[in-house]
């Protein structure tokens, strides 16, 4: 009967580990949410005054009869094309974001929400347990803290593997985006020797490739950021990792304005470069407290099967 008893509590700490990790992760997206909301109602106003400063060039007014008579209209109305662009380009990399996160926190709660009452479950055992160890029994007492210390260890193991996957897959994205750019610097040398149309067509579907990319990265670097939050107390870091959240921004700086220009293909190269070093150096981190972790899961292992060899 007890060690049925150990079995169904190991099995209810289990899922209240997992359901508290859940809640943890939950009010981060919220707070995160939050944040990015915020962030996107600042974005648009400045995506409508730039459209309003776009139009005002375009348009037959004051101003732009000035620029007409200085001859620099058409310089003026490129500057401001690639400034609402850079705004569009931000205000969508957010929208995109909300509408992400606001899936992921759906499935939060529904997660949440099917694990069903816990705290219950888990008070009904220890009563059951309670019952069964009123006689002084340190072979089950000491079982049970082995249990729970291996229940600990095991689900510490299991956010940690979920960090490092998101982290290799920040990774493999990153690449996908290197791999574009180092094609539309390519194409852009041969564009700068006289190219010609189709050289110039080809150096731009890459860049525009490496926007389009950006978008999975800087969601998935968002979910990596929320993983090394949640074990971050166990980990030291020694690094800002809430600059994750703007990494498209600079790289968008970068690549949008006087994009033709090959000197701004290279500055969003190496910014997307110094992020893998980055995320490589935290990758490897990961796996090298995963080996210490999964090292203690199977020390904890050996000293319960030990224990019970001996207790027969």
């Known amino acids: 009967m007890l060690r049925q008893l150990n079995d169904e509590l190991i099995e209810v700490k289990k899922k209240m580990l997992e359901r508290d990790r859940m809640k943890r992760l939950l009010e981060k997206s919220l707070e995160e949410l939050s944040e990015l909301k915020k962030r996107r109602e600042l974005l648009y106003e400045s995506l409508e005054k730039e459209k309003k400063d776009l139009d005002r060039i375009e348009g ?12 620099d209209k058409k310089k003026c109305v490129e500057k401001e094309r690639q400034e609402f662009l850079l705004q569009k380009l931000k205000y969508d990399e957010v929208d995109h974001a909300i509408a992400n996160l606001n899936v992921y926190i759906f499935e939060l709660e529904n997660h949440i929400h099917s694990m069903g009452y816990l705290d219950m479950d888990y008070k009904k055992i220890i009563n059951r347990k309670l019952e069964l160890l009123k006689e002084d029994n ?7 803290e ?8 095991e689900n510490f193991n299991r956010e940690l593997e979920e960090a490092e996957a998101a982290g290799a897959e920040v990774v493999r994205l990153l690449y996908s985006v290197e791999e574009s750019l180092q094609a539309a610097k390519g194409w852009g040398t041969w564009d700068l020797l006289g190219g010609g149309l189709i050289v110039t067509m080809a150096k731009h579907s890459k860049i525009d490739d490496a926007k389009a990319q950006m978008n999975a990265v800087q969601s998935m670097l968002r979910k990596f950021q929320r993983e090394l939050m949640d074990i971050r107390e166990y980990i030291d870091f020694n690094i800002e990792i809430g600059s994750f959240a703007t990494f ?6 970068g690549l949008i304005f006087d994009f033709v220009v090959q000197q701004k293909i290279g500055e969003s190269l190496e910014t997307v470069q110094e992020m893998l070093v980055r995320i490589n150096d935290i990758i490897g981190r990961l796996r090298q407290k995963l080996q210490e972790t999964r090292k203690k899961l199977a020390e904890k292992e050996r000293e319960k099967n030990k224990m019970i060899e001996e207790a027969l």
Request: proline residues 0%.
């Open 138 to 144: 340190n072979f089950a007492v000491k079982l049970i």
């Open 146 to 153: 082995i249990s729970e210390e291996k229940s600990q260890l």
């Open 248 to 253: 498209a921004d600079y790289f968008f700086d």
């Open 60 to 71: 037959l007014s004051l101003t732009n009869l000035i620029h007409c008579l200085l001859g």
